[in-house]
């Protein structure tokens, strides 16, 4: 049985949540979001040993590959078979550049946005050159 009012259980537990975010927070200091990793395993990233890690703006690569372009240029319908065969040339060329860039230098390639509290690079026109 807890005495006490009902703020001062408020109170605790927003002390406790803030204990326990600071905590978790200092156990796990390095956030990326997996489902937007482009390159590499996430699971064999280790920022003990300084991995080098990249993000990169997908958008910015597709938007230099000749069949995304040929998509945009023509407003080629989505879901159409044309449309279908682009996009998997395009993605086929992006997977091969992020690829080439990844093996060179990094251990992991994330989307813009998916990494907090870890110093990354920007690789996105390295991208494009290789494209």
């Given amino acids: 049985m807890y005495i006490g009012s009902k703020s001062s259980r408020l109170t605790m537990t927003s002390k406790f949540a803030a204990l326990l975010l600071f905590l978790l927070a ?3 200091p390095v956030h990326i979001k997996p489902d937007m990793v482009r390159y590499g395993n996430v699971h064999k990233f ?9 993000v990169v703006d997908s958008k910015k690569v597709y938007m230099n590959i ?4 040929r998509i945009i240029k023509e407003k080629i319908e989505k879901g159409s078979a044309l449309h279908t065969q682009l996009l998997a040339a395009a993605t086929t ?5 992020i690829f080439k ?5 990094y251990v992991l390639i994330v989307e813009k946005g998916g990494v907090k509290d870890y110093p990354t690079t920007n690789v996105t026109e390295q ?5």
């Fill in 26 to 28: 200092a156990i796990f």
């Fill in 66 to 69: 000749s069949s995304y372009q």
């Fill in 93 to 97: 060329v992006y997977k091969k550049c």
């Fill in 127 to 131: 991208c494009i050159e290789a494209l």
């Fill in 46 to 54: 280790d920022p003990s040993k300084k991995d080098k890690v990249g």
């Fill in 101 to 105: 860039v990844g093996k060179s230098h």
